[in-house]
DNA sequence: GTGGGTGCAAAACCTTTGCATCTGC
DNA sequence: GCAGATGCAAAGGTTTTGCACCCAC
């Protein structure tokens, strides 16, 4: 019932109140630690599961091993960037439309995908090639 | 100096032996021990990096949190069954095209992308519901 | 008290690497 | 012999879980 949980509050707000795009939890908890909160891996682990379950937080893979999680917003893609690892959303979305073609393509019923683009942010881009 | 591998066949002659997309390390496993190839998962995992860079089998993410590979073919994307978690492929690309356009919404320099759908697959539709 | 929230530590899971051995060449 | 291929086992890196403890209701 409602019991107070600071991780948990600390956690929605980190998500929500910050421009980064698709956290580890390890950034969470960097994150946590810098606003001065007394986190543990494990709770934030759990908010972060938690806040899942609740809708407010959703999981991304963006295939560098480690679960990622940001404040769910409305549908849009990722890029990320091969050298650094930044992730950037990409607004809209290429694939709407195509779903019954894929359908009749392979039989699936599509509930839904993930669209993630690699490449090269402007940062890196200067500095790699 | 291309020395016997007998491993490193077989591997190679299951991947591209059959209809199978999407190849665990596991599945490699079975289905050598299923053809009495004697291998173990080390020599599975080496072979598969091996012919990785070769260029002959191509590693995919499916966010399942388990390594993926399957022989290099035509570029395609992936559906991956919610219920069961097979994986069929998916002819043709809604995302060719749409390079620019991301480009100039993130400046990040696009190289590629991976597009994976959800849903259920013919089998489990009709079992689960 | 009771049940949820936390921290710490250990378990689980996978992938990757080290090492000793065996085998063609 | 030498170098490559293998198997076994252990190391690494992350995610999950078990447990004991503590605190708000």
């Known amino acids: 019932m ?3 949980s600071h991780v948990r509050d ?11 795009h698709a956290w580890s939890i390890e950034d969470v908890l960097h994150e946590l630690r810098g606003r001065r909160v007394s986190a543990d891996f494990s709770s ?17 893979e963006l295939g560098d091993g480690k679960a990622r999680f940001e404040a769910t917003h409305g549908h849009h893609e990722h ?3 091969d050298s650094c690892g930044a ?3 990409v607004p ?3 694939v ?7 359908e009749r393509a392979t039989g699936f019923t599509i509930t839904g995908h993930r669209l993630l683009f ?3 942010c402007a940062e890196c881009r200067g500095r790699v090639g």
Do not use: D, K, N
């Open 2 to 4: 409602a019991r107070p």
């Open 10 to 20: 600390a956690v929605r707000e980190a998500l929500s109140g910050s421009t980064r």
């Open 44 to 60: 934030v682990f759990r908010a972060l599961t938690f806040l899942e379950r609740e809708g407010l937080v959703s999981r991304v």
């Open 79 to 81: 890029v990320r960037c």
């Open 87 to 89: 992730v950037a959303p």
């Open 92 to 94: 809209g979305c290429p």
């Open 96 to 102: 709407e439309g195509t779903r019954a073609q894929v």
């Open 118 to 120: 690699s490449g090269l």
